[in-house]
């Protein structure tokens, strides 16, 4: 049996687990994580410039590729306080992430130490599991659970806490003897599948709404495969947008009170049973519920027992992984195919596709300062069916889901459910350091991107390049926009006269200087014709240099996106697209 230290033990597990790369920044009580790094190897480390951003980087690296687990580093103390927000980040979307996290000897952890906080306790609402690990010899097999955990039922992340004196330990370990623990995920019987085709099978006009759930059962192609077999229209979440390309003939737009298209709100009020497989109903996409589910059956798939009826009870739930759901259901689907059981369901088809070709809203304006919905026309016509984008929150990310478009799973990374502003740019590196062949480009706001900016560092230290969209209007606009309805303006301005950048006109921050002080580079636009030689010559220095390449669109300070608080009454700020020459890269033309 070999003997070592607990905290080399941990390594071993985590090389096993298939960890080769981490995030986060050394510190004392840490300190003996990083030499065992060092000694055993095989785990390549990337520096964050903030703890908060190790934790969006490394839920940016598991968001990229099916089975990626992102891994984030701090010491004791404020580093973990600082991590509690990429743990609820990832909690709230069903990420799996390892935070690891330093701690004082065990002999002070009572007597107000320095540095020494119970982060356990702190972290517990917003992890799937967190431990403070007392005894040395229990280092290896905690993190042994902490993967079961992580891979098994719903997805989450995990924190493991480790007392300096304990890491420091040597204990009798064998790493050749180590198994990773079998997975635990449900699957729906041939009975269920039954009920639910019968249930699909018996509506007039059904439809399919695919969740992020989908997506990390890597089972995008059986859902795209259930939907054709079926003829059912799909309507993806936020979190699943990307299960079904934005061009298939059966992508019948997204619903919801924000990151919705017109014509989707229109199609799911149209609907009278709605297929929900991997979603939970979150209530951006339903709004009230007496309006959502007025009129319509249900029937909901979902890995979380928990999460069957908590927004509310469904006409048929079934607790299963949405990839072993989605086989039941092509196993009964193909047999009732090959018997002639199943409806034609062409009329229905065309109704949401005439929906979808004539609910476009209006993208070509010639405005200076831009509109912004000008932004995403020209993002579309430049950038392939391959690019990945990333995204929090804010009206850009609204505007973004509203007009772009993703045509592959994992190609649409946003954090959903928390929305921390400073997100982006750490969770895009994450993305470029997990898969550095893919065309990468972020989209902020303004002030989305003046929380982490200095994330930046990091991505010109390491060469993690990728196109990052800034979209500045010198505003808060979403809060902007939700404080009309108390008639104020108050505290959400962000101009200012700068006095080293006068050439602004008022708007405050002068992103090119610190973005280049940072050690990338920035182009900024004015008018709507620079755009797509803007985007151009950033892809020509990002190759160049393999840096971030920050493109800053200066928009009209005000601009209302479209949104609402039901899904039967979202205000259109804006006009209707009349003709194809009004949205000319909208997924379906009007002419």
């Not at 703890?51 to 099916?66: L, Q």
């Not at 997204?254 to 979603?279: I, K, P, W």
């Amino acid at each position: 049996m070999a003997r070592m230290r607990a905290i080399e033990a941990a390594v071993l597990v985590m090389r096993r687990e298939g960890i080769d790369t981490a995030f986060g920044i050394p510190g004392a009580a840490i300190n003996p994580l990083y030499a065992a790094l060092k000694k055993i190897g095989g785990v390549d480390h990337v520096l964050a410039r903030h703890v908060e951003g190790a934790s969006h980087m490394a839920e940016g690296y598991t968001r990229t590729n099916p089975g990626n687990i992102g891994v984030c580093i701090g010491t004791s103390g404020p580093a973990g306080t600082d991590m509690v927000t990429g743990l609820y980040s990832a909690s709230a979307d069903s990420i799996p992430i390892l935070c690891i996290t330093g701690q004082a000897p065990r002999a002070r952890l009572h007597k107000e130490d320095f540095q020494a906080v119970d982060i356990t306790s702190i972290v517990k609402p917003v992890t799937k599991w967190a431990t403070t690990v007392l005894e040395p010899g229990q280092v290896p097999y905690a993190f042994q659970k902490a993967f079961f955990e992580m891979r098994s039922g719903r997805p989450g992340p995990v924190l493991i806490d480790l007392p300096f004196d304990v890491q420091m330990a040597e204990i009798e370990f064998d790493i050749d003897a180590y198994e990773p623990l079998p997975l635990n995920k449900p699957k729906a019987t041939r009975a269920q599948a039954e009920k639910a085709l019968a249930m699909l099978n018996a509506a007039e006009r059904p439809l399919i709404v695919s969740g992020g759930g989908v997506i990390n059962a890597n089972a995008s192609d059986k859902l795209v495969e259930f939907a054709e077999l079926t003829g059912v229209p799909v309507i993806p979440t936020l979190m699943g947008w990307g299960t079904i390309p934005d061009d298939h003939k059966l992508m019948a737009g997204m619903c919801g009170l924000q990151t919705s298209h017109r014509y989707g709100n229109a199609t799911l009020l149209e609907s009278d049973l709605v297929f929900g497989v991997g979603n939970r109903w979150a209530n951006r996409h339903t709004g009230s519920v007496d309006v959502y589910t007025a009129g319509r059956k249900f029937v909901h798939v979902d890995i979380e027992p928990t999460q069957i009826g908590r927004v509310f009870t469904p006409d048929l739930g079934i607790v299963s992984d949405a990839g072993a759901a989605l086989d039941a259901f092509l196993e009964v689907a193909r047999e009732w195919k090959a018997a002639g059981k199943l409806k034609d369901r062409s009329a229905w088809v065309e109704a949401c596709r005439e929906r979808k070709r004539t609910l476009q809203r209006k993208t070509h304006f010639d405005n200076v300062p831009v509109k912004p919905q000008r932004v995403y026309e020209e993002m579309n016509e430049f950038f392939g069916k391959d690019t990945c984008y990333v995204s929090t929150i804010g009206l850009s990310q609204i505007a973004g889901a509203q007009f772009l478009h993703v045509y592959k799973p994992r190609h649409w990374i946003n954090c959903g459910q928390a929305g921390p502003l400073g997100w982006t740019v750490p969770a895009a590196l994450g993305v470029v350091k997990a898969d550095p062949s893919r065309q990468v480009v972020a989209l902020s706001g303004d002030y989305d991107f003046q929380f982490m900016i200095e994330e930046l560092a990091v991505g010109a230290q390491f060469n993690l390049p990728y196109i990052h969209v800034l979209v500045n209007n010198s505003y808060l606009g979403l809060i902007r926009q939700a404080q009309r309805g108390f008639d104020i303006d108050y505290c959400v301005q962000l101009s200012f006269d700068n006095i080293n950048a006068p050439e602004l006109n008022g708007y405050g921050v002068d992103h090119v200087a610190v973005v280049e002080g940072l050690g990338c580079k920035a182009i900024r636009v004015t008018e709507p014709n620079e755009i797509q030689g803007a985007l151009a010559q950033a892809k020509e220095l990002m190759q160049k240099h393999r840096v971030p390449v920050v493109v800053e669109v200066i928009l009209e300070r005000v601009t209302n996106i479209s949104m609402g608080t039901e899904i039967n009454a979202v205000n259109e700020f804006e006009e209707l697209a009349l003709t194809g020459k009004d949205a000319p890269t909208a997924i379906s033309l009007l002419d």
